[in-house]
Nanobody, 122 residues
């Protein structure tokens, strides 16, 4: 099974930027899409952004215009460029692969990795 490793998180001031990376142990072309999730302290995990094999993207309203998801198929890597960060972006960020889920359509299909911590504070 493909494993995912997230990196690039850290502590930044409001208005700052970070670039997250998600490296897969296998081909990301085996899946319909790749996506980034985040989980703030005490809250449920939520979808932040997703990108299909063809490059189509979608974003949560809370990050639209500030975050950009991209992929490098040759490197089996997905990126999340985060700009104009604010305190609401503080969370553990995870990536996952999207595929067919029986009776539910498309959704995350791989075990969650350890994620990478993003903290926005002054």
């Amino acid at each position: 099974q493909v494993q995912l490793v997230e990196s690039g998180g850290g502590l930044v001031q409001p208005g700052g930027s970070l670039r997250l990376s998600c490296v897969a142990s296998g081909s990301i072309l085996d899946f319909n899409a790749m996506g980034w999730y985040r989980q703030p302290p005490g809250k449920q995990r939520e979808l932040v952004a997703a990108i299909t094999t063809g490059g189509a993207t979608t974003y949560a309203d809370s990050v639209k215009g500030r975050f950009t998801i991209s992929r490098d198929n040759a490197k089996n890597t997905v990126y999340l460029q985060m700009n104009s960060l604010n305190a609401g972006d503080t969370a553990v960020y995870y990536c996952n692969a999207f595929g067919q889920i029986a009776g539910s359509g498309l959704g995350p299909v791989l075990p969650w990795g350890q994620g990478t911590q993003v903290t926005v504070s002054s």
